[in-house]
């Protein structure tokens, strides 16, 4: 039997007691199904387990410009070059550049 609850929104919520009996359980899903977990004490929401993934969304927002950038490299095709293939592409465009 299981001793949380979903919300509407996807959130997972569980009491303070359950989730102390089975924080490795509830660590493994939080990060396999990219949810967040409410830990409530008496009914009272008093603490939130998120993925480092979330966590770091939240604590450093990717900036507009690189949303962008980010982008149109997967439109260009250019998102999977190696980091030697970007290597090679600066170095011929500064030989081209130097030639000029």
């Given amino acids: 039997m299981s001793l949380d609850t979903?919300?509407?929104?996807?959130?997972?919520?569980?009491?303070?007691?359950?989730?102390?009996?089975?924080?490795?359980?509830l660590l493994r899903r939080v990060e396999d199904e990219r949810r967040s977990l409410v830990i409530e004490k008496r009914g009272t929401p008093r603490a939130v387990l998120l993925s480092i993934r979330d966590y770091v969304k939240l604590a450093t927002p990717e900036p507009e410009v690189l949303r962008v950038i980010g982008e149109e490299s997967k439109r260009n095709r250019t998102n999977t070059l190696t980091t030697r293939q970007i290597d090679q592409i600066i170095k011929s465009s500064r030989i081209q550049k130097s030639k000029r």
């Fill in 6 to 25: 979903t919300n509407k929104n996807g959130t997972i919520v569980v009491s303070a007691l359950h989730a102390r009996a089975n924080f490795g359980k």
